[in-house]
T-cell receptor
């Protein structure tokens, strides 16, 4: 089955710096890659996604890149703010309707 | 409010018991997914239903079962509960079978004592 590896498991940055979280997947049938943010005690929320026919997508301070050949995709957050502190999950979806999540990255933005 | 409703929010029960968790998807969404999140753990996929039919199964224990009803709400049944089943159970919904992001409910926190 699908396996999604996410790195790093924890990330600490200074406010204003950039943060990068990377994921790799194993199932070549995966063709949709969402990212979720989960604040402490709250539900995961979709923050950005990318489909396999696109290499990069940007939404204000966040961007996602996808390398289908290498089976890598990454989340980039620029100009980080304390409210960006949360756990971030990547996921890989297939047409069969299965979504496999990475183990999460705990991002801490220090003021 | 995400539009996905999960009840109850909290549940405390004893080992060996059986509980039912309920989820109402966002209006118009046909897919319902169930996930288990243990303390400081990731999201473990349990099962996916689309328009009343089971579409995909993850690492769901045989003691667990689920169904999606004609009105599209879903129930997750957990039986012969063990201490290790204590977790946050999330339901999520999406418009189609795949290729769409999920909208998560607020979860049901299950504590088995």
């Amino acid at each position: 089955g699908e396996n999604v590896e996410q790195h790093p498991s924890t990330l600490s940055v200074q406010e204003g710096d950039s943060a990068v979280i990377k994921c790799t997947y194993s199932d070549s049938a995966s063709n949709y890659f969402p990212w979720y943010k989960q604040e402490l005690g709250k539900r995961p929320q979709l923050i950005i996604d990318i489909r396999s026919n696109v290499g990069e997508k940007k939404d204000q301070r966040i961007a996602v890149t996808l390398n289908k050949t290498a089976k890598h995709f990454s989340l980039h957050i620029t100009e980080t703010q304390p409210e960006d502190s949360a756990v971030y999950f990547c996921a890989a979806n297939t047409n069969a309707g299965k979504s496999t999540f990475g183990d999460g990255t705990t991002l801490t933005v220090k003021p | 409010d995400s539009g996905v409703t999960q009840t109850p929010k909290h549940l405390i029960t004893a080992t060996g018991q059986r509980v039912t968790l309920r989820c109402s998807p966002r209006s118009g969404d046909l897919s319902v997914y169930w996930y288990q999140q243990s303390l400081d753990q990731g999201l473990q996929f349990l099962i996916h239903y689309y328009n009343g039919e089971e579409r995909a199964k993850g690492n769901i224990l045989e003691r667990f079962s689920a169904q999606q009803f004609p009105d599209l709400h879903s129930e997750l049944n957990l039986s012969s509960l063990e201490l290790g089943d204590s977790a946050l159970y999330f339901c999520a919904s999406s418009p189609q079978r795949s290729l769409y992001g999920y909208t998560f409910g607020s979860g049901t926190r299950l504590t088995v004592v």
